[in-house]
């Protein structure tokens, strides 16, 4: 929809695989899995965030970059299922209508910006049915996620301005 070449990699690639591609970003998205163990795929975002590439993660990828930028993950007791999931964007106090399918979380401190090896950020987006964080911003590097799916919209399209937010990161000079 913004005009962007998308090339989709495997999940096996490397840094390398994506440097050759010189890419304007990274785009992670969802996938099945305990976040906790993806080592290889936490290691290649963590060499992303230090190069600076704009990244977007969505559900598995917003997991992903809570633990690159050291945080823990936890199974959900029951997991996030459906639409019509109220989220609350901390950043703007506007309420989302999302759609979600994820049995993890990221633990991250909600009341406060955060410090990490690669700067500062914060929480950006929770769940306004059990406060289960729904989105991370890095406010150091162009680096954000979320845990619901933007995406994926049967009515309300609430969340579509998070792709021109990640089109901004990309024309941004680095």
């Not at 299922?81 to 989220?87: A, S």
């Not at 969340?159 to 089109?167: S, T």
């Amino acid at each position: 929809d913004h005009g962007f070449k998308v090339t989709v990699l495997p999940a096996k690639s490397s840094f390398e695989d994506i440097a050759k591609l010189n890419v304007d970003g990274v785009f992670l998205s969802n996938g099945p899995g305990d976040p906790a163990a993806m080592v290889d795929i936490v290691e290649l975002v963590r060499k992303v965030l230090l190069e600076e590439i704009p990244f977007f993660g969505i559900c598995f990828g917003h997991q992903i970059l809570g633990r690159a930028v050291g945080f823990d993950t936890y199974k959900l007791p029951f997991g996030h299922r459906g639409i019509n999931q109220p989220v609350i964007d901390l950043t703007t106090g506007k309420v989302e209508i999302t759609a979600h399918n994820h049995g993890f979380a990221v633990a991250a401190p909600k009341e406060n910006d955060f410090q990490t090896v690669y700067g500062t950020g914060r929480v950006t987006h929770l769940s306004l049915n059990d406060s289960v964080i729904e989105g991370l911003e890095m406010t150091s590097i162009p680096a954000f996620s979320v845990q619901y799916h933007p995406e994926s919209a049967a009515g309300p399209h609430d969340a579509a301005y998070l792709f021109e937010r990640f089109v901004l990161l990309m024309q941004s000079p680095k």
